[in-house]
């Protein structure tokens, strides 16, 4: 964000109220936006209007699962600033409105509700989410259970750490775990997590004794001391106060905003602790990576896609057969692909995509290859991956990002499988998950088939990883692993990223071939010109004179500007055969 390593960044505050009510709010009608949110998911997500009938501030009591963030943020929404201003006020804010009290929450006389509609759900972000990577726990547990310390999970997290890669990790936070002379924090029984931090750094050499809790007369209690040293430094959302009373609250107009806080906490009161690498209920250790917004490519983009329900749940299906999943798009305006995301749900995975242009039929094979590659990923998660060039898509063309994920069992056996999201009602909050025809496609046995088809066979599988997750992990007990009518799946986690052709090289408008801003008879002038070798076109008007994307000027392309002058096309469709 602009910051040097090693000093304090007190610019940055991102709004905690934006991401839990968008993240529990079902996709509206008001939602949808030309490049980030289609008409064809509108519904898709969780239902809060049972519960919110009693509790309009009901999201903000969901809790849940931080992959279920990565999903959010990889989706495009967010992290919004919570200074961010829409029509006049702060949304946003992760306080009280028109305060009096000390106390700022989410009940009583606060509305923290938001207006479900593109205009707030799509607010400018401050940072783009590159990848997110599930890493191994430093507290192991086989199927029965047993309690094992998993040295590869301490250095996991210490090499993202060295990256500059905050991690987030839960643990268990109440009864005897801390020791508050100190404020360390020590689990040594088997304990569920119950708690999520932010972990910021480590010390290998932080003395195990610092974790020790004393009975009554002050004698430390062996089992209370972790087997060795070493602790992650890690910053709680538990937190502390404003230091000074103006922090507290600040006006805009007539209103009144208070900060909401905390009593202080932590080290010297400034919300850190220190948590043993030893601690025996560390699970769900997750290091995310963002581009700030002044270094991402670019800053305003499209992102096609179909899975918005938001989930921290995926399915996979594994198979020693050939198994490619695939995501076909109608693109909503011209525009270029530079950049594709997927998730993957084993370590270790090979990645091969390959983008489509001109498909049809169904079949995300048909059309003409414009980028192959392959990668492989440490660990499993969600991944972003910028292609070897930016290829124009024109509006209304059809195109395809296909992927072939496979890793090596245990056995040493090549497994190749799909990844596909899924969820269930929370707290009584049913979940909507929608597929339509033509979206998302599975190729097994050597034939491509429609993932709307296969929608039962998906969702029993769902059902039956939900039941073991629930069982196994003894977390998310709120969850309804018991009905399967309340499991939804979702379409392939497959994204395309594109920028608008207008925004595209420093504005570079396809069919404005002179370069004056508009798209005129002129232009079909100069493209007859070029075709005459009358005159010898620059690298930009070679790209805007391509109207039909057939990688070549001829009196195609002219007479293609003169039906877009004479209003007899709306904009630029590939022609047939190009």
Known sequence: MGVPAGEVNDKVDFSEKYINWYLYHAITADDVKKGRVRASQVGEGFDMSKKEASDKSAAYNMGGEYIHYSDFFQAGFGPVDEMTEINGEYPYFYGGKNAKGNRVGISGSYDWTLPLNSEYRNAPSSAFLKNSRVLPSPASKDSDGKYSFNQDGVDSIKSELSQGRAIALAFYSSGNVWNYDNWTAYSFKDNTADHAVTVIGYDDTYSKDNFTLKNNSGTPIKRMTPPGDGAFIVKNSWGANPETESEKTFKHGDVTYQRAGSSSWGIDGSGYFYLSYYDRSLTSAMSFEFDSAASVRYAEHNIDQYDL??????????????????????????????????????????????????????????????????????????????????????????????????????????????????????????????????????????????????????????????????????TMTELDSKNKSSVAIDNFPIKAFLVPAALHEDGLVIGDVDGNGTINIDDATTVQKITAKLISPDERQKKAADVNADNKIDINDATMIQKYVAKLIDGFQITAGS
Do not use: Q
Request: charged fraction near 25%; aromatic fraction near 12%.
């Open 309 to 474: 329900m938001m989930t921290g749940f995926y399915g996979t299906a594994d198979s020693a057969d050939t198994i490619k999943t695939a995501n076909i798009f109608e693109a909503e305006e011209d525009g270029y692909i530079y950049r594709i995301s997927y998730r993957t749900a084993h370590p270790d995975t090979t990645v091969r995509y390959a983008v489509y242009r001109g498909v049809s039929g169904g079949d995300p094979e048909s059309g003409a290859i414009l980028d192959t590659g392959t990668l492989s990923h440490e660990y499993s998660g969600s991944y972003t991956v910028d292609l070897g060039g930016e290829y124009l898509i024109r509006e209304g063309e059809k195109y395809s990002v296909v992927l072939t994920m496979d890793y090596t069992d245990g056995d040493g056996n090549k497994k190749y499988y799909e990844v596909f999201p899924y969820a269930s009602s929370i707290s009584g909050a049913a979940v909507n998950g929608i597929i339509n025809k033509g979206e998302s496609c599975l190729l097994t046995d050597g034939v491509w088939k429609d993932l709307s088809e296969l929608k039962d066979r998906h969702t029993d599988r769902a059902f039956e990883l939900l039941g073991e997750y629930v069982a196994t992990e003894k």
